[in-house]
Structures are given as structure tokens and as C-alpha cells.
């Protein structure tokens, strides 16, 4: 019987620099298909039809009013920012580490300064739409999705490849 791996720590870098001991809370993007029921004649019931994906984001929270995450505020580019969360889970059972890396791009939407007050910590929360996310582990990559050129991989699998050549789009 196996443990599960726990999440012993983790650090954000932005833009290459680190977040160590800035970063309070972040939550990771969430994969999820854009889907459509479909009952059609003949069938026994509806299925679920795959339309594509649903937008990524990420979010996370600082225990400061970061300048150089105000530096980045207005970036044109959509992918203008880059991000990593590197995570070390620990396994329980004496498997292991594993060490999980999800790099993303995007660019701020909204900076939240909240509410200050005297003697209490400020935080800045931050809203990233994303561009493009991979999830490795082990330096192993999982998944990597570019939203902007339309690929999609999966364990080594482009899942979007046909489409592409179809419509005689290189990625």
C-alpha cells in the first residue's frame, strides 16, 4: 500500500526571481474541458462532446506590496509574464521526492491590495490569466498547453496535431 505525497514546500518565481518567503497562497490552474451535451438519434443517451479547453489561470497571494510585480502591470503582451511554481512533495512510504515544476505565461488582470491596517500585514493578490502552462515532474513533462498556437501534450502525445495539419498550421 502506497502514501500519498505531501507538499512539504514550495516557491514562485517571477520573471526569474524568487518569491521564497513572499508568497503566502497560490492556486494552481485548473484543467478543464469546454464541453457540450450531445443526444443524437439513435443514441441511449447524451454524451458529453470535448469543444476545447477552458481558460487557465493562476492566482496567488503575496505577503507584501510587491514593486516588481507593479513593475509588470500593464505588459501588452498576453504571455508578457513568466511564472514558475516549484513544489517538493515528500513521499511518506520512503519512495521518494518528487519535485513538480508548472511553468506559466501570461500577463497581471487585477492587482488587489485588500484592506490595510496599522501593525497587520498587507497582502497583494494577484489574478494571471494564462497563455501557456506545462507541468512537469521529476524534469518529466506531463502536460504542456500553448492556448495562443493551439497545442496540446499529454504525456509526450500531441492531442492536437491533426487539427493543426488540417488546417496547415504548424505549431
Not at 7 to 31: H, S, V, Y
Not at 99 to 115: C, H, N, P, Q, Y
Not at 153 to 166: I, K
Amino acid at each position: 500500500m502506497a502514501l500519498p505525497k505531501i507538499l512539504k514546500n514550495f516557491n514562485l518565481f517571477l520573471d526569474g526571481l524568487g518569491m521564497a518567503g513572499l508568497a503566502q497562497e497560490i492556486t494552481l490552474p485548473k484543467l478543464e474541458l469546454q464541453t457540450e451535451e450531445f443526444d443524437g438519434a439513435g443514441m441511449l443517451g447524451p454524451v458529453e462532446l470535448d469543444m476545447g479547453l477552458n481558460a487557465l489561470q493562476l492566482d496567488f497571494t503575496l505577503a507584501e506590496f510587491s514593486a516588481d510585480v507593479l513593475k509588470s502591470w500593464g505588459v501588452a503582451d498576453a504571455g508578457g509574464v513568466n511564472a514558475r511554481f516549484l513544489g517538493a512533495a515528500i513521499s511518506e512510504d520512503g519512495s521518494g521526492t518528487d519535485a513538480i515544476e508548472i511553468s506559466v505565461r501570461g500577463r497581471w488582470k487585477s492587482l488587489d491590495f485588500g484592506t490595510v491596517k496599522k501593525k497587520e500585514l498587507s497582502t497583494l493578490k494577484v489574478e494571471v490569466p494564462l497563455t501557456y502552462y506545462k507541468f512537469s515532474v521529476n524534469s518529466d513533462v506531463l502536460i504542456e498547453i500553448d492556448m495562443i498556437s493551439g497545442k496540446q501534450v499529454v504525456n509526450g502525445t500531441d492531442m492536437t496535431s491533426a487539427v493543426l495539419d488540417a488546417l496547415s498550421i504548424t505549431a
